[in-house]
Nanobody, 122 residues
Framework: VQLQASGGGSVQAGGSLRLSCAAS????????MGWSRQAPGKEREFVAA????????YYADSVKGRFTISRDNAKNTLYLRMNSLKPEDTAVYYC????????????????WGQGTLVTVSS
């Protein structure tokens, strides 16, 4: 499984970014997907996840109402729309997948891509 994230960059607080993740190596539409992030000096944390069809989504409390996860199964691509960004959103964002159709919050993702850096200045 190959996951290639892109779309990171530098933005001022209150701004927006959209991350993308191109997936290959297995049937994209069969598996749940998600995003995690790791801020400098901190552990990696869950951000959002989406089921195989996109019908179910899950968010960390810290991003709920500001971030939107979505997927385009025809393009094998996962997205994360980030609005009202805050300096505490600064982190490397990782695209990931579980080997199941429905996201299971009780276990880790199975595959990870390389990260894309998001920097939010105040």
């Amino acid at each position: 499984v190959q996951l290639q994230a892109s779309g990171g960059g530098s933005v001022q607080a209150g701004g927006s970014l959209r991350l993308s993740c191109a997936a290959s190596g297995r049937t994209f539409s069969d598996y749940s997907m998600g995003w995690s992030r790791q801020a400098p000096g901190k552990e990696r944390e869950f951000v959002a996840a989406i089921s195989w069809s996109g019908s179910s989504t899950y968010y960390a409390d810290s991003v709920k109402g500001r971030f939107t996860i979505s997927r385009d199964n025809a393009k094998n691509t996962l997205y994360l729309r980030m609005n009202s960004l805050k300096p505490e959103d600064t982190a490397v964002y990782y695209c990931a997948t579980q080997s199941s159709r429905w996201y299971n919050g009780n276990r880790e993702f199975d595959y990870w891509g390389q990260g894309t850096l998001v920097t939010v200045s105040s």
